[in-house]
């Protein structure tokens, strides 16, 4: 079973090249092929993963941290959640084509993981983690932006910087009702509390946040609900700018 892949081809359909082909591979294999091919000899993609998750968090963090200085906590965790959600992720995964590119066992091969959300952001995370293995934090983030920049630049011209203004609107309109804000969680000490807010619409929960301060926990929340209300849009994003890619 174990094939020793055309690794040239494969960074070409990837834009990527690899110094040691193993963490490619290795990015690309899931567990169930690993079970079923003992003489495979680069391993599964699970450890990757786990990396490339921690990398591609730190990187959109970077990016949201600096890009908007005026944004409150809260605001910035909710949008970086949304960046980096699974779905998100496996969007990211097909824009790449990664499904075609995948090893996987039988059971898998048949079930229709090549097309399977979950299955493509996790090796979506694990080639972030390789090529941070292989290059570093630039490489990683050279790899990485277009992917964020081009999700905040999709919702340019349908987003608006206050949350929660943009969730009344969508609750009038389809509920004729306001949303309401109620505090479930206090933590910290008195000079430095951490609020968590639920917003909710017709007395059901839509979204919850944290913030240091009680709006900032309520625009948190809003932008929670938003990016999973159907018909809505988050909010207005400054067009991002974005940098020439490092090679690896």
């Known amino acids: 079973m174990t094939s020793y892949p055309n ?10 090249h690899f110094r040691d082909p193993n963490l490619l591979l290795a990015a690309l294999t899931h567990s169930s092929y690993v079970n079923e091919d003992p003489a495979c000899t680069w391993g599964d993609n699970e450890r990757l993963e786990f990396l490339g998750d921690a990398v591609g968090d730190f990187i959109a963090a970077d990016l949201l941290y600096n890009r908007f200085p005026d944004w409150e906590e809260g605001e910035l965790t909710a949008l970086r959640a949304a960046m980096v959600r699974a779905d998100t992720l496996a969007q990211f995964a097909v824009e790449l084509g990664l499904g075609a590119h995948l090893r996987l066992g039988k059971g898998e091969e048949h079930s229709g993981g ?19 293995l292989e290059g570093g934090m630039e490489a990683a983030a050279a790899f990485l932006l277009p992917f964020l920049c081009g999700f905040l630049d999709s919702r340019n011209s349908l987003l608006r910087r206050d949350a929660k203004s943009r969730l009344q609107e969508w609750a009038q309109a389809n509920y004729k009702s306001t949303p309401s804000y109620a505090i479930v969680e206090e933590s910290g000490p008195d000079h430095a509390r951490v609020f968590t807010v639920e917003v909710l619409v017709r007395g059901e929960p839509r979204g919850r946040g944290t913030g240091r301060t009680k709006q900032a926990a309520e625009q948190a929340a809003a932008q929670d609900a938003l990016d999973t209300c159907p018909g809505t849009a988050s909010r207005r994003l400054g067009s991002v700018r974005q940098g020439p890619a490092a090679p690896l």
């Open 114 to 132: 090549r097309n399977r959300p979950a299955l493509l952001g996790d090796a979506f995370e694990a080639l972030v983690g390789a090529v941070y």
């Open 7 to 16: 690794i040239d081809s494969l960074e070409r359909a990837l834009g990527l």
